[in-house]
């Protein structure tokens, strides 16, 4: 895989620095290095922070977000929109001048459909919970470049423009006639019609994805680089080393003991901090064993062998939770694994999943100590204790032991999990930890099929608790199956105020009520930091995107080292 590319690359490029771009302006190209495949090309159907950077390189949405301490927006696919009196619907302008990729111009019928199908049970799309709110049939095309959202009640005026704008919209055509059961199957999922700067060239899972400029796009700014190769690299060492040779230009989550050296060792890369947008996580599965095998039988998952997969009784105890996380030294995990020899530290305790970039709405909340002494303590008083001196804790014949589930290829998280291992044995946990292919791992996540995960957000742009922590089997990313009456009562009053400090007050008492009842072991937010070649002028590495606006990216003509 990476000798083809490698090839590619060498065949596509025999120019030294100094070549001059194309007579359309365009020069050079951007070899990004992923972790993961982009899962899918569909907007409706995608479920990965990843899938929707590159989205934003290809589809256009109605407005675009900016964000400064907290979210607003800018005209992009409208020129502009109106609030009605009583708040309850908003109408976009749309520019009639926008145009797809196979020729024909974008209407409020592309709108329409592509928020029909998230409406749709049969597609099971993750932003359901962005239409909840919205009165059924919605949005109303209103003419062939003017579309209305309406509402069925009012709440933050933010979050519902923004649920009503930043969707990336697709081509209506493109998915007629497509069964919308088996969606995530439909070639357009790997091709595409878009109507952004940049547009698909060919898309080779496990290997690579490239962009090309697309020659029917219709906005002010066209790409200036020939070319955008994503190539998929699993190990992060592998990452690192391409990254050094020169063989790709861009790494993401660069571990902050490579940060260090790389700005020593490669003057011609620039480390970026992008700021608090990621979290880690472990999440404790809460169903018990009976609940849960009844739930997955219903899913109709045959492959899966109830006996292994059932989550460990223990976990649905809150305060077996909490003893948990009391074992768990997470200033020591920051220590060790983000902060460098100089004590930079890009790490900050996180005590829920609200970003510390946000305004306000942050839990008040004292983090549980880290002991070890109070942790065997609560343990004991739940009846986890080590009947049979093996030093491992039991009940009712029951071995406190857990499997933990995290993705391969992050060494971040593989040292996380060894020493979390450690933590928890010092407390007569037994922690087995298994690593799985990034795909694979989130869908076990989103089917609930693990007994401990460690894994991480890249938090959305506007805070929405439902999605995480309101109970029902129609919210995938409620990973540990959390159930509180209290917090989803409250994140019901949150979905439908209108007051941002009001809203600011019942975000920070749902977080306050999670963090006490400890779904989550809240681990740390992380900047994150990008590697990036110097030669990209006008590069946008931020808290919105690691890749925004790559059509602005540009590269001196003495500079460039691909030719087309």
């Given at each position: ?66 964000f400064d301490c907290g979210l607003s927006f800018t005209p992009s696919l409208a020129k502009g929109w109106t609030w009605a009196e009583d708040g309850l ?476």
């Amino acid at each position: 895989m990476l000798t083809t590319l490698t090839l590619w690359l060498a065949c596509s490029t025999p120019s030294a620095p100094g070549e001059v771009a194309d007579d359309d302006g365009r020069a050079d190209t951007l070899v990004v290095a992923l972790q993961t495949d982009i899962s899918s090309l569909l907007t409706p159907v995608s479920t990965t922070a990843q899938d929707a950077r590159l989205y934003e390189n290809l589809l256009i949405s109605l407005v675009e977000p900016v964000f400064d301490c907290g979210l607003s927006f800018t005209p992009s696919l409208a020129k502009g929109w109106t609030w009605a009196e009583d708040g309850l619907s908003v109408t976009f302008d749309m520019r009639d001048d926008v145009t797809w990729s196979d020729g024909t111009t974008v209407t409020a019928r592309d709108v329409a459909v592509s928020y029909e199908l998230v409406q749709d049970p049969l597609v099971a799309s993750p932003y359901l919970d962005w239409v909840e709110r919205m009165v059924p049939g919605t949005p109303v095309v209103v003419d062939d470049h003017t579309v209305r959202f309406e509402f069925t009640s009012r709440y933050a005026q933010t979050t519902m423009l923004a649920h009503a704008g930043i969707f990336r919209i697709i081509h209506a055509g493109s998915v007629e006639g497509a069964d919308r059961a088996t969606l995530r199957g439909h070639p357009i999922t790997r091709a595409p019609i878009v109507n952004g700067a940049w547009d698909l060239q060919d898309f080779k899972p496990g290997e690579r994805l490239t962009l090309v400029p697309n020659p029917a796009y219709s906005g002010d700014e066209p790409a200036r680089l020939n070319r955008v190769v994503f190539k998929t690299l699993p190990e992060y060492a592998t990452r690192i080393l391409e990254l050094e040779s020169g063989s790709v230009d861009m790494v993401q989550a660069v571990q902050i003991e490579d940060a260090e050296r790389l700005r020593v060792e490669h003057p011609e890369l620039e480390i970026v901090r992008r700021g608090w947008r990621s979290t880690d996580f472990l999440a404790w599965n809460r169903f018990d064993a009976a609940d849960y095998q009844a739930r997955r039988a219903a899913a109709g998952d045959a492959d899966v062998d109830w006996d292994t997969v059932a989550p460990h009784p223990a976990l649905s105890d809150r305060q077996v939770r909490r003893a948990l996380s009391m074992a768990i030294d997470v200033d020591k995990l920051i220590a060790d694994l983000l902060t460098d020899g100089t004590g930079l530290s890009v790490g900050k305790r996180a005590l829920s999943t609200l970003s510390p970039a946000f305004c306000g709405a942050q839990p008040a909340v004292t983090p549980l100590p880290f002991s070890p002494d109070l942790a065997k303590a609560l343990l004991a008083e739940r009846g986890w204790v080590d009947s049979d001196g093996d030093g491992v804790r039991d009940k009712d014949g029951r071995a406190l032991e857990l499997r933990l589930l995290t993705n391969s290829g992050n060494p971040r998280r593989a040292s996380a999990a060894v020493a979390i291992q450690a933590m928890l044995r010092n407390v007569g946990v037994v922690i087995e930890i298994d690593k799985l292919e990034a795909n694979t791992f989130f869908a076990r996540l989103r089917k609930k099929d693990f007994e401990v995960a460690l894994s991480g957000w890249s938090v959305a742009l506007f805070p929405d608790p439902a999605g995480i922590w309101h109970s029902g089997d129609r919210y995938v990313y409620n990973y540990p199956s959390y159930q509180n009456s209290e917090v989803d009562a409250l994140i019901e009053q949150h979905s439908s105020e209108p007051d941002p400090e009001r809203g600011a007050e019942l975000l920070a008492k749902i977080g306050q009520l999670v963090y006490e009842d400890q779904p989550y072991t809240f681990l740390y937010w992380r900047d994150d930091l990008v590697a990036v070649h110097r030669r990209f002028q006008d590069r946008q590495v931020d808290f919105l995107s690691q890749w925004g606006h790559l059509n602005r990216w540009w590269v001196k003509p003495e500079d460039v080292k691909y030719a087309r």
